[in-house]
């Protein structure tokens, strides 16, 4: 069933009113009509099934039929940190990892970090990023939308090491422990009924230098490896956050 984002403003206590982009999709790419059901959320703590009373355009008015449990997101909360990557690989980072069940993305500037950032020309991109990770969670049935911050300077990423409860460096030269030699002990501990919060920091294509790495260990973080073979930058989010997740329990894993 189709799912929507809305804001808290246009959840009603009967009724539900959707404008913008997301009542021209229902009503023109949807082919929706009164009486088609689907469900809204406000990405906090409101989920509701709801009926379709009447399609204008641009605005969408629906009925609430039931309130819903929100079920979508995972109970460990993995904030992916990507060293900006070229062209439109982080697109790619920010749609799949919102599928997996990534939390929040934290996009940061490393020493080896070919792309020049402009913020005043950056924040069109940021937008952009903010509304394909909308789409995906839709897309994924999740109960909430990541947050996307504004890219961060390394010493900024280091300093955020302390909100953490398990900071992954993932290292392509690391020879020693590895991401589930740091995971599993980490996750037995847990009770599920709390919440933790994993970051998973990813370099650029040129990798993280000695000196980066050595400070980001300084800072609290465990440098792990993601096995024999080398990713790419945008691979490697997804797979150490796939391998999270299904160590957790979110895929069906122990």
């Not at 934290?106 to 509304?131: A, G």
Request: with cysteine; aromatic share 6%.
């Amino acid at each position: 069933m189709q799912r929507y984002f809305i804001e808290s403003e246009q959840f009603g206590e009967q009724q539900v009113v959707i404008t913008g982009d997301d009542a021209r999709h229902i009503g023109k790419v949807m082919r929706s009509k009164p009486g088609d059901e689907f469900i809204v959320s406000d990405g906090v703590s409101r989920e509701a099934l709801v009926k379709i009373i009447s399609i204008e355009p641009g605005e969408v008015e629906a009925e609430i039929v039931s309130q819903l449990e929100p079920t979508g997101e995972p109970w460990l909360q993995v904030t992916i940190a990507q060293s900006l990557p070229k062209g439109d690989k982080m697109e790619t980072v920010i749609q799949k990892c919102t599928e997996i069940g990534a939390a929040a993305f934290l996009p940061f500037i490393s020493e080896r970090t070919v792309v020049q950032y402009d913020m005043k020309k950056e924040e069109k991109r940021i937008q952009r990023w903010r509304k394909i990770a909308k789409e995906a969670a839709e897309q994924a049935h999740r109960s909430k939308i990541p947050a996307v911050v504004a890219p961060v300077s390394w010493r900024e990423l280091i300093a955020a090491f302390a909100d953490f409860d398990l900071v992954c460096l993932c290292y392509e030269q690391e020879n020693g422990q590895g991401l589930r030699d740091a995971l599993r002990p980490f996750v037995a501990g847990l009770e599920t009924e709390k919440t933790y919060r994993i970051a998973v920091v990813v370099g650029p294509e040129g990798g993280f230098s000695e000196a980066e790495v050595t400070a980001a260990v300084e800072a609290g973080a465990v440098s792990i490896g993601l096995g024999r073979r080398i990713l790419r930058t945008e691979t490697a989010a997804m797979a150490a956050l796939t391998c999270i997740m299904y160590e957790s329990g979110e895929m069906g894993g122990a």
